[in-house]
């Protein structure tokens, strides 16, 4: 029956959430990060999806063709 009921709480949990395309204030946001910043588990989901993904430079660079022919040093 417990494991019933976590599997609908985390159900509920993840429902409501921002989804892609989602457009926020930034008050919105900031609460977001606050309420993040209380869970117990911020990384993951309830259902173990990753909230928080961490993007090197290198890929970056890479995703956004930063540094494509004809563009090199047009930043500096």
Known sequence: MEA?????LADLACY???TGNTS???GSVLDLL???DDCENPYACPHGRP???????DELD?????D???HTGRRE
């Open 4 to 8: 019933r009921a976590d599997d609908l």
């Open 16 to 18: 409501p959430s921002v």
């Open 24 to 26: 926020l204030s930034e």
């Open 34 to 36: 606050s309420a993040l």
């Open 51 to 57: 909230v928080l993904i961490h993007v090197d430079d």
């Open 62 to 66: 890479e995703r956004f063709e930063r």
């Open 68 to 70: 494509y022919p004809g």
